[in-house]
T-cell receptor, first 113, second 114 residues
Framework: GDSVTQTEGPVTLSEGTSLTVNCSYE??????LFWYVQYPGEGPQLLFKVPKANEKGSNRGFEATYNKEATSFHLQKASVQESDSAVYYC????????????FGSGTQLTVMP | DPKIIQKPKYLVAVTGSEKILICEQYLGHNAMYWYRQSAKKPLEFMFS???????DNQTASSRFQPQSSKKNHLDLQITALKPDDSATYFC?????????????FGPGTRLTVL
């Protein structure tokens, strides 16, 4: 079945350093890819989505490129801030079926001041 | 103002009892969903509805029954509760059903079954 695998956490960084969270996926179809962020006590919030291969999504300094050949969608940020501390989820949605989101296991990021 | 309301925020139940989790969305969306998040598993899809009709059910148990009384409501009834049902349940919605539509999540209901 379809699946999403992402960097295992927790990840701890200092403010101002760069972030990469790896995400790879398996599917027989041509999915839309998403990054969500979840803060304690809240539901997941959409960071951005990318529906087409070779396109890039970005928001709040985070970005990821849909790499169909490598089946990857790595999240990057050049300079993290303490407020970026949260859990990050990579997810996919198939073009047919129930349009459910299939999530990775999440990556806990802690940014130290 | 919150666009997706879930009630209650916290819920404690005894094994064997029945509870209803409430979800209302004020985004004007036509598709709604339920997901579950537990300590053992990542966010896990349960149901999807489009225009108040069930599109998909990925729960293995009939103890979980969604109920859509209005277009912007999708409640979740859980019967014969078990400790393994303890989790945070998230309601979500999207403009329409389709892979390119963003799903927006509510704040969740944390259920503890004793």
């Amino acid at each position: 079945g379809d699946s999403v695998t992402q960097t295992e956490g927790p990840v701890t960084l200092s403010e101002g350093t760069s972030l990469t969270v790896n995400c790879s996926y398996e599917t027989k179809q041509y999915p839309t890819l998403f990054w969500y962020v979840q803060y304690p006590g809240e539901g997941p919030q959409l960071l951005f989505k990318v529906p087409k291969a070779n396109e890039k999504g970005s928001n709040r300094g985070f970005e990821a490129t849909y790499n169909k050949e490598a089946t990857s969608f790595h999240l990057q940020k050049a300079s993290v801030q303490e407020s970026d501390s949260a859990v990050y989820y990579c997810a996919l949605s198939e073009p047919s079926g129930s349009w459910q989101l299939i999530f990775g296991s999440g990556t806990q990021l802690t940014v130290m001041p | 103002d919150p666009k997706i309301i879930q009630k209650p925020k916290y819920l404690v139940a005894v094994t064997g009892s029945e509870k209803i989790l409430i979800c209302e969305q004020y985004l004007g969306h036509n598709a709604m969903y339920w997901y579950r998040q537990s300590a053992k598993k990542p966010l896990e899809f349960m149901f999807s509805y489009s225009y108040q009709k069930l599109m998909d059910n990925q729960t293995a148990s009939s103890r979980f029954q969604p109920q859509s009384s209005k277009k912007n409501h999708l409640d979740l009834q859980i019967t014969a509760l078990k400790p393994d049902d303890s989790a945070t349940y998230f309601c979500a919605s999207s403009q329409d059903a389709g892979s390119s539509y963003e799903q927006y999540f509510g704040p969740g209901t944390r259920l503890t079954v004793l």
